[in-house]
């Protein structure tokens, strides 16, 4: 039995980005007769705030999405996170880092651009008297040691992807030196203790995929099926934006019906011929992965 998922971070109202993602998930899992759930991934919790959460679950009724469980929360799941932390710590895969901000911005090496760095490693060998002499003044995160070899995996959507852990990411945070938590270590645990087996989400997740690959295989939880999904631009090629707020649902509900949304939504992604106003429900018998494009989305423009 197929068990898919959306999970959204409620860090601002839903946007047709991610109105496209729980679509594909849901028509992914429904049209092979599975289960459907929905994560709030509100581990940021400052950036989180209880009532976009409400607003998310009532946005998602609205739309028609139905799930099979009570949504699961992940800002009320720290002691569970803890709980997989410490297994891993106690394999020795674990360390404490006591960079500050400015430290891993003057020692790490640019990577992808500038918005993704590799951890130069300042802190993987320090001695137990070290640790505990730093503990005196500071809060460590704890990063997750990664191995130097290639995790590779077929994606249902994007075809094969691979990439070295050491060389391509290096050791990464599974709790933040505030206490939140990472986001991986959340992911993979959650997917894992709730029998997710297909993880339907936006390509701007796939490079972290490796990341939650070993993490899984570190904890013994079995692999799901990925199928990282194109990305939409608006009429003119252009990628959306959260600051795009005439594209998240206080703006588009008010001048547009589910039906029409999701009509719009479908025919970007090639699931139609031409934009028309569709249920959810209608939509299932016309889902195939082979009809969903695999370039940028482009919406119709429909919201102008
Ligand atoms: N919470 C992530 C987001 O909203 C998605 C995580 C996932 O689907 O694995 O972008």
Redo the contacts with the bound molecule.
């Keep these: 039995m197929i068990t898919g ?5 409620p860090s601002g109202r839903l946007h047709l980005g ?1 109105i496209l ?1 729980a679509m594909l998930a849901y028509l992914s899992a429904r049209s092979q007769g599975g289960r459907f759930l929905l994560r709030i ?1 509100d581990i940021d919790i400052p950036r989180c705030p209880e009532h976009l959460t409400r607003q998310a679950v009532e946005d998602l009724r609205w739309l028609g999405f139905t799930w099979d469980e009570e949504p699961l929360i992940q800002s009320r799941r720290s002691g569970i996170y803890q709980h997989y932390l410490d297994l891993l710590t106690e394999k020795g895969l674990t360390y404490p880092c006591f960079c500050t901000r400015a430290q891993l911005h003057a020692s790490v090496a640019p990577n992808l651009g500038d918005t993704q760095f590799i951890y130069a490693g300042t802190c993987a060998a320090l001695s137990p008297d070290e640790v505990r002499e730093r503990m005196k003044t500071r809060s460590p995160a704890i990063r997750l040691r990664v191995p130097d070899r290639e995790i590779a995996f077929e994606d249902a959507h994007c075809g094969p992807w691979r990439e070295n852990l050491a060389r391509d990411c290096g050791d990464f945070i599974l709790k933040r030196s505030d206490g939140l938590w990472g ?1 991986q270590l959340a ?1 993979v645990v959650d ?1 894992a203790l709730s029998g997710v087996n297909e ?1 339907v ?2 390509r ?2 796939l490079s972290a995929t490796p990341r939650q690959m070993y993490l899984l295989e570190q904890l013994g939880f079995p692999i799901p099926r990925y199928a990282h999904i194109p990305l939409l631009t608006d009429s003119q090629g252009r990628r959306l934006a959260k600051r795009d707020r005439d594209l998240d649902l206080s703006a588009l509900a008010r001048r547009f019906t589910p039906e029409e949304i999701l009509g719009a939504l479908a025919f970007s992604a090639g699931l139609l011929e031409e934009p028309r106003p569709m249920t959810l429900e209608g939509l299932i018998p016309l889902f195939r992965w082979s009809s969903v494009k695999t370039e940028d989305l482009r919406l119709p423009d429909f919201t102008s």
Excluded: L, M, S
């Design positions: 998922r959306f999970a959204p971070t991610n993602c991934e986001y992911v997917d993880v989400r936006g701007d997740i």
